[in-house]
């Protein structure tokens, strides 16, 4: 009895021993199978399905397993280990910008700079998804670029009959204005703590048209350009004194983005410091008002023009750990998103919310009205990319800090302090020359 | 017929020279000890000093710059750092204390009795069988300032509806007490099964001198109970000072960094890519709570009745 016991455990053992080597796809007679990360946005999963199908039936040898992650910190946190420990998919979508410059893009990626559509894409999105290697470029661009700055409920401002603000003074006005009618002026949804960042990350494209160095004098660590100091502390000034002056809803520690959207698109809300993509998941919830959304850049303090600050859309890569007949496949995935149908897809599939990175893919003639406002600012020649796309270091905690600065917590100076603090802290852990 | 008393033969070797007693041969050899060694070594030993050694360099896990104390230093400096230090303290001996006050009192209880003992057994002990994540997110829903249940329900009594993990000021005792919540079932178990063990002589003598229930308690069940006691306080200290699961599914530290305690500093810090300032955190994490725990292991020990 006890022997056979002793067989049986073995047995167990043996079979759980198997059963744990991992049934990766492999190519058998001609068939290639790849995985591909992508986040768990709703949108996201939507047209990434929507995709994946086109490219099955473009290319029948190819299977792709589509994977999902977490958004936000987690998920930066679980690409930065899949990376770090060679255990990333076959392909994923992720960030540009400082995101992916932080996990050591010359040592984790594939450079796609001898591809055929590497020459379509715009300057801008390659310097965002280069490394230190000359001329690499490590990604493909997904989506259009969008903007930050103020997305507003147009129907509020003509039943009030305010005017879109130029200056601070005159939207801190029209925000109460707004207040004294009952509906809450600014919203904030802390439920989802990324969304504190933006009138911090939103006000570069006024820092930038003001001192075109400022990038790069804080990346060398010059004490000029430091968020303590004017101009970088505007961003947290503003986002202290639209708290200190009750400005914001009721509900903005625990509101989430989602949420917050619909408020802003049913009207009990009226403007929302915000980034234009999430128009789409307005989109899905609230179909019927998404052209009662218009957009504003941060107003700035001196009288200067607002400039529209753009954020690079986000990217394909292919980790070196994708080699083979899966790294075709992978490259071939990638040529796809660029190509006219992958173009009609992402057009398509997810909201327009500006203007695209490759002149591969054109703008569909019926564009939002809030991407038309964003077309305004591109006319005038008045934007600027956001501070993640020209300098490499971005401290990790800006959302915490922000969220301690806009619940009263802390001033807009002990903020500003503790952020420089934060970047220093990271400056050093990339090894950047000066700090 | 004379009894032959033959003495009996030592079966044991001679005694030692220097007066020691002679350990007991066993009958395996220490071979045995190889694998559960080299497990221990391999997994825990080896990664601890590891630990201690990337604790004071800058760690990208590409490559290590030795920097000395600078990771400590900033720990220390850092007041979101810092403030995460405090809090674990706060959380710590409140959550034990709150344990081994009510998981007393509920042991008492279920050791009288009382009508339904089984069924109130069986509530007090689920929720430590619960998923800590499940919990967690359950409660955060729960306890929503707008939307959630309690707020809704105190708001038809008329009574102050707080933000209960949004309110900064409340964000972390609202998790301690979700985190009693909790684990006080462990606690009561435990008490009850070292009121159980009492002997019923000396409460039946206490009760034949005369003795009230609270003079009961104080003098008879509490000292009787003291091994139990310091059980239930050891778990729950150690247990309250790592904690980390409950917090992050309410708050993730949050608002800010209100409720912020020193394992999720460190989970954050590895979030971030600081992997040698996060390795630090955990060698100090390791230090206090040894620090801690050492004295009063050996405080309790020492009080300890022999029954």
Not at chain 1, 57 to 71: D, F, G, H, L, M
Not at chain 1, 291 to 320: Q, R, V
Not at chain 2, 196 to 219: K, T
Request: glycine share 8%; aromatic share 12%; hydrophobic share 45%.
């Amino acid at each position: 009895m006890r022997r056979g016991l002793i067989v049986g455990a073995a047995v167990a053992v043996a079979a759980l021993a198997l059963a744990g080597c991992s049934a990766g796809g492999g190519t058998s007679n001609g068939k290639v199978t790849i995985s591909y990360l992508v986040d768990n946005a709703p949108l996201t999963t939507a047209t990434t399905k929507t995709f994946v199908a086109a490219f099955e039936k473009a290319y029948p040898n190819i299977t792709v397993k589509v994977e999902s992650r977490a958004q936000g910190a987690d998920g930066d946190n679980i690409v930065k280990t899949k990376l770090a420990t060679g255990s990333m998919d076959d392909v994923f979508q992720y960030n540009s910008g400082s995101q992916i410059q932080g996990d050591h893009p010359d040592q984790t990626l594939v450079d796609l700079s001898g591809e055929a559509w590497a020459k379509d894409v715009t300057k801008d999105f390659k310097a965002s998804v280069a490394g230190t290697k000359k001329g690499a470029v490590y990604g493909a661009p997904w989506g259009t670029t969008f903007a930050g700055g103020i997305m507003y409920n147009t129907k509020v401002y003509d039943k009030l009959g305010l005017k879109v603000p130029t200056t601070w003074d005159e939207f801190i006005s029209n925000s109460q204005k707004i207040k004294a009618a009952g509906i809450a002026p600014i919203l904030q949804t802390f439920g989802d703590t990324w969304t504190s960042q933006l009138f911090v990350l939103a006000d570069f494209a006024n820092i930038n048209a003001k001192d075109a160095n400022w990038a790069a004098d804080y990346t060398a660590n010059k004490s000029d350009a430091k968020y303590a100091k004017q101009p970088g502390l505007l961003g947290f000034q503003y986002t202290s004194e639209v708290f200190q002056k009750g400005l914001v809803n009721d509900d903005y520690a625990s509101l989430t983005n989602a949420n917050g959207l619909k408020d802003l698109a049913a009207g009990t809300a009226a403007q929302y410091p915000m980034i234009t993509i999430v128009i789409s998941t307005l989109k899905q919830s609230n179909p019927d008002q998404v052209n009662d959304i218009g957009y504003f850049a941060i107003p700035t303090s001196d009288g200067s023009a607002p400039h529209m600050t753009i954020w690079e859309p986000n990217a394909l890569y292919i980790p070196k750990s994708t080699t083979g007949a899966k790294l075709d496949a992978a490259k071939k995935l990638l040529a796809f998103a660029n190509s006219s149908k992958g173009c009609e897809i992402q057009a398509s599939a997810q909201l327009v919310t500006g203007p695209f990175s490759t002149t591969a893919c054109k703008l569909p003639s019926d564009v939002l009205p809030l991407v038309k406002d964003e077309q305004k600012y591109q006319d005038a020649g008045n934007t600027g990319s956001a501070l993640e796309f020209l300098s490499p270091i971005k401290g990790p905690n800006l959302e915490k800090i922000l969220i301690q600065v806009a619940t009263g917590q802390a001033t807009a100076a002990q903020g500003a302090a503790l952020y420089d603090q934060d970047v220093k802290a990271q400056a050093q852990q990339l090894g950047i020359k000066g700090w | 017929m004379t009894t032959i008393n033959i003495p009996v033969q030592s079966v044991s070797a001679p005694p030692r020279p220097d007066g020691r007693a002679r350990k007991a041969r066993s009958i395996y050899p220490s071979w045995f000890y190889i694998p559960a060694i080299a497990l221990y070594v391999v997994f825990f030993a080896v990664p601890t000093f590891a630990s201690f050694y990337f604790s004071l360099t800058r760690w990208s896990l590409f490559d290590a710059t030795f920097i000395g104390f600078d990771n400590f230093v900033t720990f220390f400096q850092n007041p979101q750092l810092f403030n995460g230090f405090i809090h674990t303290f706060e959380y710590g001996f409140v959550t034990s204390g709150a344990k081994v006050v009510l998981g007393l009192a509920l042991a008492l209880l279920l050791t009288s009795p009382v009508i339904g003992r089984g069924y109130l057994r069986a509530v007090v002990f689920f929720p430590v069988l619960v998923s800590t994540i499940g919990v967690g997110f359950v409660f955060k829903s729960l306890l929503d300032p707008f939307h959630g249940v309690v707020n809704a329900v105190l708001g038809v009594l008329h009574l102050p509806q707080p933000g209960w993990f949004t309110d900064p000021n409340m964000a972390l005792w609202t998790i301690a007490g979700v985190d009693v919540w909790k684990g006080v079932g462990i606690a009561t178990l435990i008490f009850m099964a070292g009121i159980v063990a009492i002997p019923q002589e000396y409460i039946e003598a206490a009760r034949m001198d005369g003795a009230s229930s609270w003079r009961l308690f104080r003098s008879v069940i509490l000292p009787l109970s003291r091994p139990a006691m310091g059980t239930v306080i050891i778990l729950s200290l150690i247990g309250g000072l790592r904690s980390f699961d409950i917090i992050w599914a309410t708050t993730n530290g949050g608002p800010g960094f209100a409720s912020d305690v020193i394992a999720s500093v460190i989970y954050k810090q590895y979030q971030a890519g600081f992997f040698g300032l996060s390795t630090a955190g955990n060698v100090i994490l390791f230090l206090v709570v040894t620090a801690i725990m050492v004295p009063v292991s050996r405080f309790i020990n020492r009080r300890e009745v022999e029954l």
